[in-house]
């Protein structure tokens, strides 16, 4: 908003906000939801005596800038700090009393199956810049689902209730450390040819390691730059060679490029993702 422009975090492209809509070209544009560009705003306006700082991609583009924010904050010279994820990573300060928590949901509904985990894990950290230094914090959090049993645990700080129910969760459905996994992305800079090459890939892939194969989907960041993107993802037990496992995708890639029409087509694996 401060200069007045819409930027990719993945591959950096900028370009200017739109000023009518390109479907039916009205001009009345309003912005929905918020970052943390928009949160700042809004605390301004609600503490004007408060000295506000926001920590997040664009302010902490240098090292200087992410160390003033830290060194202003620590120091008494800002009284709140907005921030993403990067504000619960590794600091202690001595004299915050309230942490609040945005949208718990968010964390909670992303397409990974780890998202619990991770969600109970930033929570905790959170939560856990506040009162520090056998001081008595609040935290505050929002969320749509406050029956959600990673809420509660959340709440009780109960990690081993979190942790039997996820790990159960993963031995059901075939997911790590219960079995390993292999994400295969494929690219292409068109959509309509890319959705043809994964089903294909995906058809061969089941023909191979059978109910194994998950997919193909859209990842969450499903386009960077000129490229469109799918992902298959395929589960192995441990007992299973990772060599041969290596040799059958090698072989079904090199099918599908030996197909006039898929010429184009990018494949690449990432292994035990992490």
Known sequence: KGIDQLTCHYCGHTYQPSRSCPACES?????RGFGTEKVEDDIKQIFPQSSVARMD????RTRTAYEKIIADFEQGRTDILIGTQMVSKGLDFDHVSVVGILNADTMLNYPDFRSYEHAFQLMVQVAGRAGRKNKR???ILQTKSIDHAIINQVITNDYLQMITEQLAE???FHYPPYYRLVYVYLKNRREDLLDVMAKAMAEKLRAVFGDRILGPDKPPVARIQTLFIKKIIVKIEHKVSMSHVK?????IQH???EDERFKSLIVYYDVDPV
């Open 170 to 172: 993963r031995q059901q």
């Open 255 to 257: 099918e599908m490029l």
């Open 137 to 139: 914090g609040t935290v």
């Open 57 to 60: 991609l664009d302010t902490t």
């Open 247 to 251: 040799e059958l995708l090698l072989r």
């Open 27 to 31: 001009t009345e544009l309003r912005n």
